[in-house]
Nanobody, 124 residues
């Protein structure tokens, strides 16, 4: 059973950058597809990005393409989300998720393990 802990959230001005980290423990990290989702108040949890085992395949929501980059370091059991050119509409709680599968899922139901979330607030 993998446990996930996110960090790196905070308050940033529009146009700024943040890097989120998600540290995993309790399982073989390299076996998992990893994803980032976000949830704004009153909204459903939405897909942001995902990365395959080995990191060879990445997926992004259209709203973040060209601004966000997902990466993983299997030696450190950590997945990252580099967020550049942040916009006020990126404000949300960001969740890390893991799925013991080969499919790079883009929906919350495809992920069985979740972190507690980290708040990202982008001011205009």
């Amino acid at each position: 059973q993998v446990q996930l802990v996110e960090s790196g959230g905070g308050l940033v001005q529009a146009g700024g950058s943040l890097r989120l980290s998600c540290a995993a423990s309790g399982a073989t990290f390299s076996w998992y597809v990893l994803g980032w989702f976000r949830q704004a108040p009153g909204q459903d949890r939405k897909f942001v990005s995902a990365i395959s085992r080995g990191g060879g395949t990445t997926e992004y929501a259209d709203s973040v393409k060209g601004r966000f980059t997902i990466s993983r370091d299997d030696r450190q059991s950590t997945v990252y989300l580099q967020m550049n050119s942040l916009k006020p509409e990126d404000t949300a709680v960001y969740f890390c998720a893991a799925n013991h599968d080969i499919v790079v899922g883009t929906t919350p139901s495809e992920y069985g393990h979740w972190g507690q979330g980290t708040q990202v607030t982008v001011s205009s």
